[in-house]
């Protein structure tokens, strides 16, 4: 079957699923406290979940990360992750890996790693409980540090997302920095980005990562890797710890070029784009017809859309964000 390639010439070759739109935490800039969340009858089942990654997978999709919401909390998650890495088995996947929050990895870590999982994301901003428990509002940092060794004991290689929020987590970098290099984890730095409503405002907490890149730059050597994994993180390697640090910069520099990716949605919306609204209903096809061809047809029409990518602006005069939709609701 012919690759999915859009009309920039990209290849689309990685699905992100979001597998819920509920959340354990509140994570302030991420969600408002008081979220209305999806009836279950809009949300996909694990089969239609399972039928469309499949789809995906046999038009050249490489790479699955399963996300949400908390993917953890979604009933099943593991059996339907046991039952997509029959892709890897076969050769035409090459990997399912997951982004979480990490509460609940004591208790899936190992299942995790049976089902096929080798490497997760899991996105930890400090290292500080009291600020744990202000950024996430619901959580404990306890019990995510608790998960991530849960991992590592499992065996799943894991890579820390750490959002850089200006006046909250910006004087922990280098405390972060030291906690990965010693536990062995990899660290990502991540741009707050304009996505739904919350209850703080953003531009109070916007911290452009060339800033951080500056300060970084006063303490230690950094060295770019043209080494990049087709994410949109550009890694360095800080020379003194031999460690390898990411930066994803939506805002201070736009990655779109390189876009692989798109992001089907708990009901099953299939956003082209993280920062914009156009979005197929993948959902109304799978109900409408078991004919996988129509099916087929419908990713083609989709990735007809692919935009050429986002514009994202935080600044004070932008108040309302880029698009309406949580990051929770596509998936980060
Ligand atoms: N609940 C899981 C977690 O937190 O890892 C997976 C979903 S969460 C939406 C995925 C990632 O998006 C997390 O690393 C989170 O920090 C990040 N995120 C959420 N809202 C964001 C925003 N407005 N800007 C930048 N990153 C955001
Ligand atoms: Fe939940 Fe993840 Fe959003 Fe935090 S970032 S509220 S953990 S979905």
Redesign the pocket.
């Known amino acids: 079957m012919l690759p999915l390639i859009d009309p920039f010439g990209r290849t689309v070759d990685y699905l992100r699923i979001s597998v819920t739109d509920r959340?354990d935490?509140r994570?302030v800039?991420?969600m408002s406290e008081n979220m209305t969340f999806l009836p279950k009858s809009e949300v996909l089942s694990l089969e239609e979940i399972d039928r469309i990654a499949t789809a995906f997978v046999r038009r050249g999709t490489r790479k699955l990360r399963l996300?949400?919401?908390?993917?953890l909390v979604r009933r099943g998650v593991v059996d339907l992750i046991a039952r997509l890495s029959r892709h890897v088995a076969s050769g035409d996947l090459d990997e399912i890996t997951l982004?979480?929050?990490g509460s609940q990895l004591r208790k899936f870590a190992s299942d995790l790693f049976a089902a096929g999982v080798r490497r997760i994301?899991?996105?930890l901003?400090t290292l500080d409980p009291a600020k744990f428990a202000k950024i996430t509002r619901w959580g404990r940092l306890e019990q995510v540090l608790d998960g991530i060794a849960a991992a590592k004991e499992a065996g799943l290689h894991v890579k820390i997302?750490m959002?850089a929020l200006k006046g909250l987590n910006d004087d922990e970098i280098d405390t972060m920095l030291a906690w990965t290099a010693a536990n062995g984890h990899d660290l990502v730095l991540?741009?707050?980005?304009?996505?739904?409503a919350i209850d703080e405002d953003r531009a109070d907490r916007y911290l452009p990562l060339k800033a951080v890149r500056r300060d970084l730059e006063t303490r230690h050597t950094l060295i770019d890797l043209i080494d990049q994994t087709g994410g949109p993180a550009r890694y360095v390697r800080i020379v003194e710890t031999g460690q390898r640090l990411g930066f994803i910069t939506p805002l201070t520099h736009n990655f779109c070029e390189g876009c692989n990716r798109v992001r089907l949605t708990a009901t099953g919306q299939l956003f082209l784009c993280l920062g914009q609204d156009d979005a197929a209903d993948l959902r109304a096809v799978l109900r409408a017809t078991e004919d996988n061809g129509i099916l087929d047809a419908a990713l083609d029409e989709a990735i007809s859309r692919k935009p050429k990518g986002h514009d994202f602006v935080i600044d004070r005069t932008a108040r309302a964000p880029a698009v309406a939709r949580?990051?929770?609701v596509t998936?980060?």
Do not use: A, K, Q, R
């Not at 996300?67 to 993917?71: D, L």
């Open positions: 959340c935490f994570c800039y991420c996300t949400g919401g908390e993917p982004t979480t929050n994301n899991v996105s901003d997302n959002v991540i741009e707050t980005m304009p996505l739904g949580h990051m929770s998936g980060g």
